[in-house]
């Protein structure tokens, strides 16, 4: 079972040997069997890697995010076919009618305004109780904007009432950088069940290659507000990016067991992208408990 996420931030030239992941730098080279890694990013450009190994990456189903310059990611590597049926699921995907789209999107949404709530009570936030109201407010397919009215007042009480989402702060820089591992990581769920990324329920942006996991990923957005609240005041570096990272390794409970968090978005995107067909019956809640 894959568990690794595997991190190179300095000059090196990776490549693929005998099942092998290896990394060579000036101080030797190191071996990291397929089997074990669940992610590889490459948070430096001064990195080399064969065309070989990105060919067994893909078949290994494993995934590889690469950064920019400023240590931002910009990209993934993703496989063109990661399920025998896949041209089944994608014509599923096409067909699944607007009224059910639309009820999962309101399920979601009711499930990421919760999430925001229980944050802001932790932290004891005066919010707390108006966002609470925003739940009950979603209407069907959240046509009157609960989910960017909430968010308004969810990052100004988290992060004081002068922040910005989207400035260029360290703040945002931070959360970024978790949002677009977090992206990853359910893209990478998304692709195994075989559907696109492309074709969401609710978000349609056409320069978006990921709208469907735009749709999955809101309830655990939290998970990353939460780690960033409570470490604002550090410099993003690598030490910090690892630690954004390893929180996919920790624990979390979902449908009242403990899964790694890798685990849940497993079963939470498998659940949910079942459940259009029987979505009066959606079960797919993840509830974060802080």
Same mark, same amino acid.
């Given at each position: 079972?894959?568990? =690794?996420?595997?991190?190179?931030?300095?000059? #090196?030239?990776?490549? !693929?040997?005998?099942?092998?992941? +290896?990394?060579?730098?000036?101080?030797?080279?190191?071996? %990291?069997?397929? #089997?074990?890694?669940?992610? +590889?990013?490459v948070d430096s450009i001064s990195v080399s890697i064969s065309s070989y190994l990105l060919k067994e990456l893909s078949n290994y189903k494993i995934n590889i995010i690469?950064?920019?310059?400023?240590?931002?990611?910009?990209?993934?590597?993703? #496989? !063109? !076919? #990661?399920?025998? @049926?896949?041209?089944?699921k994608i014509n599923i995907q096409i067909a699944w009618e607007q009224?059910?789209?639309?009820e999962l999107w309101t399920k979601i949404v009711k499930n990421k305004i919760m999430n925001q709530t229980i944050l802001l009570n932790k932290i004891s936030s005066k919010q707390y109780d108006l966002l609470l109201s925003y739940v009950d407010d979603v209407t069907?397919?959240?046509?009157? @904007? =609960?989910?960017?009215?909430? &968010?308004?007042?969810y990052?100004? &009480?988290?992060?004081?009432k002068n922040f910005v989402r989207n400035c260029g702060d360290s703040i945002n820089s931070a959360l970024n950088y978790g949002y677009a591992i977090l992206l990853s990581t359910f893209n990478k769920e998304v692709i195994a069940s075989g559907f696109l990324t492309q074709l969401g329920i609710h978000h349609k942006n056409e320069f978006n290659?990921?709208? /469907?996991?735009?749709?999955?990923?809101?309830p655990f957005r939290v998970i990353i507000d939460n780690f960033v609240y409570y470490n604002q005041k550090r410099e993003l570096n690598t030490?910090?990016? /690892?630690?954004?990272?390893? %929180?996919?390794? @920790?624990?979390?409970?979902?449908?009242n067991k403990k899964y790694t968090?890798?685990?849940?978005?497993?079963? !939470?995107?498998?659940?949910?992208?079942?459940?259009?067909?029987?979505?009066?019956?959606?079960?797919?809640?993840?509830?974060?408990e802080g």
């Open positions: 079972m894959s568990f =690794r996420t595997v991190v190179i931030t300095k000059q #090196s030239k990776i490549s !693929y040997k005998n099942r092998f992941l +290896v990394v060579k730098q000036e101080n030797g080279e190191k071996y %990291i069997h397929l #089997s074990e890694i669940d992610t +590889v990013i690469f950064c920019d310059e400023k240590h931002h990611p910009f990209g993934e590597l993703s #496989s !063109y !076919y #990661s399920r025998h @049926n896949t041209t089944k009224e059910k789209k639309d069907i397919g959240d046509q009157t @904007n =609960r989910e960017g009215h909430a &968010a308004k007042v990052f100004k &009480a988290l992060f004081g290659q990921f709208n /469907l996991t735009c749709d999955l990923m809101e030490e910090y990016k /690892l630690d954004l990272i390893n %929180i996919f390794n @920790n624990t979390f409970k979902y449908q968090l890798k685990d849940i978005i497993k079963l !939470y995107v498998k659940n949910t992208l079942e459940s259009m067909n029987d979505i009066e019956n959606y079960k797919g809640f993840f509830y974060y």
